[in-house]
C-alpha cells in the first residue's frame, strides 16, 4: 500500500511578536528578532521539505502574533474541522480566521459548545485511535465527553499541573502508536498514572530536556524535528531508531512555542 503523504498547517511569521502574556515564557520586554524568527521558521519550513512534507499556508494577519502557531487552530479528522476556542481573548479572533480557510476547502466545520475552551491539537494528540487531550490550564476537562461523541473514538483528559506546560504539546509528544516521550511532572498524580497504564511504552524525560521543549517536536516516520539543546534528549531518540533534526526555536520560545507548536496535522 503507498504510503499517505504527511501535510501539515503552517502559517509565515510576519506579524509574530510578544504583545502580551499569556503563559510564564511570554514576557513583553523580551522581544523576538524578527528577522532571526523568520530565518528560523524558514529552516522548519526547509526541513519538513526535506522530509517529503506538503506544507500548507494560512496567511497570516496583522494583530495576531500568535497565529503563526497553527497547532492552536483545531484539530483535523478526516474532512472534519474541529475548530477552537480559545480561553484567551487576545487569542480568540484567529478562530474565523482559521474556519474560514477550512471552509473554502469544504471541510465540516465542528465548534466547541459556548461554556468549553478547547485549544485544539496544541491539547489533543492520537496515540494509536486514542485521543490524550491535556486539561486544566488551557483546555476544559469537559472537553472530555464532547470530544468523544463527536469523535466516536476513546478520549482521556490528562490534567496539567505546571504553567510553564500549559499545553499538552509542550510535554507530551507520541512517538508511534506505542511510545510516547512525556515530562512526568507537568501531570497530575493520577495523569501519570493514566500515561502508565493507558500507553505500552511511556518514555520519561527530565526536566532540563522538557524546559527546552524538547517535547515539543514533530514526528514524520522515523524524523524528529526538535529545538536543539540536549544532548541526553538526541541520545535518547536515536537510541529510539530516530534521525534527530535540531533546529533553533529560541526566538519562537519567547512566546512559548516551539516546534510542534507552528505546525497542524492535516493528514
Ligand atoms: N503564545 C501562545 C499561547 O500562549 C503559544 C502557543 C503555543 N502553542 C502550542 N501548541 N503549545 O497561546
Redesign the pocket.
Known sequence: MAKETTSFLICPPDYYGVEYE??PW?CRIIKPISGLAEQQWASLYTTLQGLDVTLEQIPPVSGLP?MV?T??AGLVVGKQFISSRFRFEV?QSETPHHQKWFQDRRYQIITPPTDIYFEG??DALWVGETLFVGCGIRTDRSAQPWLTKVLDRPVITLELVDPRF??L??CFCPLDDQRVLYYPSAFSTAAQGLIQSKIPRPIPMKEEDAVVFGA?AIVVNKHIVLNGGSAALTKTLIDEGFDVHSLDFREFIK???SA??LILRLT
Open positions: 499569556i503563559n511570554m500568535d502557531f497547532a492552536n487569542r491539537e496544541g500549559y499545553h504539546d509542550t515539543n512566546a512559548g512555542g510542534k507548536c
